[in-house]
């Protein structure tokens, strides 16, 4: 089964520098998508995490220079983890 996770960028980036990050991702074994938001700065990919982890995907895109925004592993905006309560 395939997993998605959304990478956002610390930093604004170009059209030029998000297709370069597609391309690194797409390089990856397991990435059967990479979907690219100039507005939102981010890249969605889908991957099959038996070849593939999170972690792995970040280290691919720290390793290219990309300075990602940290994950947030309790599911929530303000770290309680039951949902978005913050607007």
Not at 14 to 42: D, K, M, Q
Not at 43 to 58: G, T, Y
């Amino acid at each position: 089964m395939m997993q998605s996770e959304v990478f956002q960028f610390k930093t604004a980036t170009t059209e030029e520098s998000l297709a370069n990050a597609v391309r690194v991702l797409s390089a990856v074994e397991g990435v059967s998508a990479v979907t690219p938001s100039l507005l939102r700065n981010e890249l969605s990919v889908q991957f099959n995490p038996d070849r593939a982890s999170k972690q792995s995907l970040r280290a691919v895109l720290a390793n290219a220079g990309y300075a990602i925004v940290a994950a947030n592993p309790s599911g929530g905006c303000g770290g309680g983890g039951g949902g978005c309560s913050c607007s």
